[in-house]
């Protein structure tokens, strides 16, 4: 696990969720529009014109990842940074303890409970790349339940390409939430909600590249949530939590989809004492959903009006085999709609066989179950088709092994590694079906490995110094399997994800209430389409001349030319280049 601290995310000048993610040396995270973000863990970062699929995000428990296209609509995500407690980025496996789609890692997003946000904030921000500003107000009622309540508007230029033609994609979105939280003797209770709508360019690539761009019109976003959670601490040690959320999202694409869905999830779980050498915790997780698309005569989504539902069961042991070492075995069972019942098992061992030195090691299956996009999709609108769905669709599995190190080598120093390998099986492919309805179908015709390291460490150099850094190298192979036309190109997948990066942060504490951090990082080069290597560097210096109002010079890409960071194979030269910019912000605390 690598933890983004409250702290790391307002001296990294981070203006988005996605940005904060960059400080993850165990993330790629790519951006690919204005408002567009490619974000993964261990490979796999959207490859084919597909979304990543094989990482599970999660803000305050609710889970964004959408049964839609199994994947995340960064472009939605967009909480306030400054009540944000912490980001914590699991690596690998997840599927025991949060499920399916917890394929190669979590990313578990907490915000500040309503009791540490009390008193006023308003933070504005203005820029080369666009603008934005914040507002929240906090309190506590006379019956005692803490309460925040904040707003926020964001305005993104648009991009360019590397003909240096303005891309159609800039974007706005006005959002408001509030969280309250209140506890009494052994019970505490928190509800929460947000409220959405925006829109976002949508460029025509192969047009666009010509200067003759024709505007397809915008993409429309709105949506809200509401998240209830009850937990309670018994005596003994054990403790009991109950989370319900509801969760709304409604996406336009013109000229191809509009699409509402509407999500119910429930889930519980209850952690026993510890008896004798076990500490066991067990959960269930009910979910519903009810999709409804208005399809085109490009492309349709059949049926267009779907029920959609998901049970699961899970149970986990924490054996203590010595004082030192420990034993962790679980098992979840979920099903779904698409292949039924899916099993997750789990084993890890850890041994500290030092005070400051830990050393451990798991093995898992997991696996990332089919969305609408793999099981319904049929182009055109309108039969005869030429793609007609996914009828025998299956589950992508991966099976994992895992060994790392965490130590403190000195009072200093402390660092973090871990080597993977995950062998992955019935991978999504297209399929050319000669003698079916259709020409082509989804299907599973694929299998692949991957393997690397992640390691990063932090050296305190003095009480006002702090140099962290990290490392990822990966590897990847990916077959088809005998017998299957893939007629999308999907084995070129493994090109779409660097084999090394690494960067380096410098964060100084300066006389005068002033700060200076520095990330040199570099990001290795992508093959399919080719995306060249590229080595930048990002700044903030912050500087306080009162108590209450922070002042900051922000800085991102100052190294070299323009670079692009991901791009679709099927338009490469419609990618979006990132030159230098820089931005001003002022938060102000009352």
């Not at 940074?81 to 190669?104: F, H, K, Q, Y």
């Not at 500290?352 to 997991?366: E, G, I, N, Q, Y």
């Amino acid at each position: 696990v690598f933890v983004i601290t409250a702290d790391d995310i307002r001296r990294s000048g981070a203006t988005s969720l996605p940005e904060a993610r960059r400080l993850a040396p165990n993330l790629e995270v790519a951006q690919v529009s204005a408002s567009g973000y490619a974000i993964s863990a261990r490979g796999f970062n959207g490859g084919g014109g597909q979304s990543p699929n094989k990482l599970l995000v999660l803000i305050d428990g609710r889970s964004t990842y959408t049964p839609f296209f199994s994947g995340v609509f960064w472009d939605v995500q967009n909480v306030m940074l400054e009540d944000v407690e912490r980001i914590e980025v699991v690596s690998g496996p997840g599927g025991t303890l949060w499920g399916v789609n917890a394929v190669n890692g979590v990313i578990n997003v907490i915000t500040r409970s309503a009791m540490d946000t009390h008193g006023g904030l308003v933070a504005a921000q203005t820029g080369s790349l666009g603008n934005e500003v914040a507002a929240r107000k906090g309190g506590e009622t006379e019956g005692g339940i803490n309460y925040g309540l904040y707003a926020k508007y964001l305005d993104r230029d648009n991009t360019s390409t590397p003909n240096g033609t303005a891309k159609d994609d800039a974007w706005h979105l006005s959002q408001a939430g509030f969280r309250t939280d209140w506890t009494g003797g052994i019970d505490s209770f928190t509800v929460q909600g947000n409220v959405y709508s925006g829109d976002e360019g949508q460029p025509i690539p192969g047009i666009l590249v010509t200067g003759a761009a024709i505007p397809l019109g915008s993409i429309s976003l709105a949506g809200a949530n509401l998240t209830a959670q009850w937990s309670r601490a018994f005596g003994d040690g054990s403790t009991f939590m109950l989370q319900s959320y509801y969760d709304r999202t409604q996406r336009t694409v013109r000229p191809q989809f509009a699409e509402t869905l509407d999500i119910f999830d429930i889930q519980a779980l209850h952690s026993l004492p510890r008896m004798g050498a076990h500490m066991v915790s067990y959960g269930a997780n009910i979910r519903r959903s009810f999709d409804r698309v208005r399809n085109s005569i490009f492309v349709a989504f059949l049926p267009a009006s779907i029920d959609q539902g998901w049970e699961s069961l899970f149970v986990q042991d924490e054996i203590r085999l010595r004082e030192n070492l420990a034993l962790t075995l679980g098992a979840r069972v979920e099903s779904n709609d698409y292949t039924g019942n899916e099993f997750l098992p789990t084993a890890r061992l850890a041994w500290k066989f030092s005070p400051d030195h830990l050393l451990w090691t798991a093995v898992s299956r997991t696996v990332r179950a089919p969305s609408r996009v793999d099981g319904d999709t049929f182009v055109p609108g309108n039969p005869p088709f030429l793609l007609g769905g996914g009828p025998q669709v299956r589950s992508e599995v991966a099976n994992v092994v895992e060994i790392g190190y965490r130590g403190q080598p000195t009072r200093r120093l402390s660092w973090s590694a871990t080597l993977f390998h995950a062998e992955y099986d019935h991978l999504h492919t297209q399929d050319y079906t000669p003698a079916g309805p259709a020409v082509v179908e989804f299907g599973n015709g694929m299998e692949g490995r991957a393997g690397g390291i992640e390691t990063w460490g932090t050296f305190q150099v003095s009480p006002t110094w702090r140099l962290s850094a990290g490392l990822t190298g990966l590897t990847q192979d990916r077959q088809i399997k005998p017998g299957v036309v893939d007629t999308g190109n999907f084995v070129l997948t493994d090109g779409v994800d660097p084999k090394l990066m690494w960067r380096i942060r410098s964060s100084f504490d300066l006389p005068n209430q002033s700060e200076l951090d520095v990330t040199l990082r570099h990001v290795g080069a992508l093959s399919n389409p080719y995306i060249a290597a590229y080595t930048t560097l990002d700044f903030r210096y912050g500087w306080k001349p009162v108590r209450d109002l922070e002042l900051a010079l922000l800085g991102q890409n100052l190294l070299g030319p323009a670079h692009a960071e991901f791009a679709i194979p099927s338009s490469p030269a419609a990618r979006s280049e990132f030159e230098r910019s820089l931005a001003l912000k002022a938060t102000w605390t009352f």
